[in-house]
């Protein structure tokens, strides 16, 4: 069973930076494409960068790309969300997802499973 926590957010103003981590406390999450969602208030939930298992690929959203990007340590068995630049808009609880389906897609939240509980980031203006 996967089972994903997520961690690294807070509190920070805007301009500034957090780094997230997604690590697997169950099984090992190195042979899986894994993906970056966040939901701000009000907010259907959003894709934000995703990665494939071996890193060799990485996908973003339009509105993070240049900004945020997404790594992983498969050595460490975690899943990494760099977030540059940061803006009032990117407040939100941002969750790591194991992506389960195959095919050229990455932001439909159905291809993903096995969520984290979230992790709350803040950016004060």
């Known amino acids: 069973q996967v089972q994903l926590v997520e961690s690294g957010g807070g509190l920070v103003q805007a301009g500034g930076s957090l780094r997230l981590s997604c690590a697997d406390s169950?099984?090992?999450?190195?042979?899986?494409?894994m993906g970056w969602f966040r939901q701000a208030p009000g907010k259907k939930r959003e894709f934000v960068a995703g990665i494939t298992w071996s890193g060799g690929s990485t996908y973003y959203a339009d509105s993070m790309k240049g900004r945020f990007t997404i790594s992983r340590d498969n050595a460490k068995n975690t899943v990494y969300l760099q977030m540059n630049s940061l803006k009032s808009e990117d407040t939100a609880v941002y969750y790591c997802?194991?992506?389960?389906?195959?095919?050229?897609?990455?932001?439909?939240?159905?291809?993903?499973?096995?969520w984290g509980q979230g992790t709350q980031v803040t950016v004060s203006s």
């Open positions: 997802a194991v992506k389960v389906r195959s095919g050229t897609s990455w932001d439909l939240e159905r291809l993903y499973q096995y």
């Open positions: 169950g099984r090992t999450i190195s042979s899986y494409h």
